[in-house]
């Protein structure tokens, strides 16, 4: 299945890597509202860690239950930006989208040690 391939899976991982680099240097750009930018990176780099953990024949379906609920918390962050349920300040929005993004990261990164897929024999 071309969906599994691992070059491609490695990939993910990689941009994954570039996206969460980028993530920290989005309130250095010359933009006045980067909160978009920084959200639609933030479900870009779960999206494509969700993709890894899903697809990938080393790692086991174990791992997108922690992926889904920081995708759930992100949502919900999300969420509260269009609607100011609560008010967060920008530097502190952008620390947490940070945050999420960095561990999302971090799952990507750890999903195969963490999450073996358990070889039956």
């Not at 509202?33 to 920084?38: G, L, R, Y």
């Not at 300040?89 to 929005?93: I, K, R, T």
């Given at each position: 299945m071309a969906l599994s391939n691992p070059k491609l899976l490695n990939l993910f991982t990689v941009l994954v890597m570039f996206f969460t680099l980028f993530q920290g240097l989005i309130p250095s750009l010359p933009?006045?509202?980067?909160?978009?930018?920084?959200?639609?990176?933030?479900?870009l780099v779960q999206g494509l860690t969700a993709w890894r953990q899903?697809?990938?024949?080393?790692?086991?379906?174990?791992?997108?239950?922690?992926?889904?609920?920081?995708?759930?918390?992100?949502?919900?962050?999300?969420?509260?930006?269009?609607?100011n349920v609560v008010q967060i300040?920008?530097?502190?929005?952008q620390w947490i989208r940070f945050s999420i993004t960095a561990l999302t990261a971090i799952l990507n990164l750890l999903s195969t040690i963490l999450w073996p897929v358990k070889s039956v024999g």
């Open positions: 933009i006045n509202d980067t909160a978009i930018i920084s959200a639609v990176v933030m479900f899903a697809f990938s024949q080393n790692i086991s379906n174990a791992s997108l239950w922690p992926t889904i609920i920081i995708a759930t918390v992100a949502t919900l962050g999300g969420l509260n930006d269009l609607f300040s920008e530097v502190a929005g």
